[in-house]
C-alpha cells in the first residue's frame, strides 16, 4: 500500500454543496414534527442534552486525539480521525426515528 500522504485527494466544492444542501433539508424535515410541548420538555429537563453535548464535542475528540496519537504514527489518519470525532453524528439517524414514529 502506498503511504497515505502520497495518494492525491481531489476535492470538488460542488459535492460539499450538494451535501450541505442534503443535511439541510433532513434537519428541517426533523424540525417539522417539533413541537412546543416536546421543546419545554427538553428545557425543563435540560441534563441528557447536556450530557449528549458534553460527550460529543469534549470527550469524543479527547478519545480520538489520545488514539491518533498512541495508536498510529501516521499525522494524517491521526488528524482524519480527530475531525471524524468532531463532526456531529446523527441527522439521518434523527429523521429515519422520526420517520419510524
Request: hydrophobic letters at 50%; charged letters at 10%; one cysteine or more.
Amino acid at each position: 500500500m502506498d503511504d497515505i500522504n502520497q495518494i492525491p485527494f481531489n476535492f470538488d466544492p460542488r459535492i460539499g454543496m450538494i451535501v450541505g444542501v442534503m443535511v439541510g433539508f433532513l434537519v428541517f424535515a426533523v424540525s417539522l414534527d417539533l413541537t412546543w410541548e416536546k421543546l419545554l420538555r427538553v428545557l425543563k429537563r435540560p441534563k441528557a442534552p447536556t450530557i449528549g453535548l458534553v460527550a460529543q464535542f469534549g470527550i469524543l475528540p479527547a478519545i480520538a486525539f489520545l488514539t491518533g496519537l498512541y495508536l498510529t504514527d501516521s499525522p494524517s489518519i491521526a488528524l482524519g480521525l480527530l475531525l471524524v470525532a468532531c463532526c456531529p453524528g446523527g441527522a439521518l439517524s434523527n429523521y429515519l426515528t422520526g420517520v419510524a414514529h
